[in-house]
Nanobody, 123 residues
Framework: VQLQASGGGLVQAGGSLRLSCAAS????????MTWFRQAPGKERDFVGG????????YYTDSVKGRFTISRDNFENTVYLQMNNLNAEDTAVYYC?????????????????WGQGTQVTVSS
């Protein structure tokens, strides 16, 4: 499984961005897809994820109501729609995947990673 993240950029506070993560290789419809982010000098943190089973989504509290994850199993792509961005959302965003059902919030559970895309929110 290869993952390619894109869509990052510079946006003003209150603005929106949509990140994409395109997957190639095995069985995208059986992949649980998750987004993490890493700010400078900080650990890589869970943002949200979508299970391959029923498309159930989970989010960290700080993004609930602002971020939405969706997937297109025909396009083999997962999306992260980010609205009402603030400076604390500035980070490199990574997509990750595994073949389990559960959206897991810890990085060791994910064997497949994209290269990361930078999101910078100016205040």
């Amino acid at each position: 499984v290869q993952l390619q993240a894109s869509g990052g950029g510079l946006v003003q506070a209150g603005g929106s961005l949509r990140l994409s993560c395109a997957a190639s290789g095995r069985s995208f419809s059986r992949l649980t897809m998750t987004w993490f982010r890493q700010a400078p000098g900080k650990e890589r943190d869970f943002v949200g994820g979508i299970s391959w089973s029923r498309g159930t989504t989970y989010y960290t509290d700080s993004v609930k109501g602002r971020f939405t994850i969706s997937r297109d199993n025909f396009e083999n792509t997962v999306y992260l729609q980010m609205n009402n961005l603030n400076a604390e959302d500035t980070a490199v965003y990574y997509c990750a995947a595994h073949f389990g059902i559960a959206v897991v919030t810890t990085t060791p559970e994910y064997p497949y990673w994209g290269q990361g895309t930078q999101v910078t929110v100016s205040s």
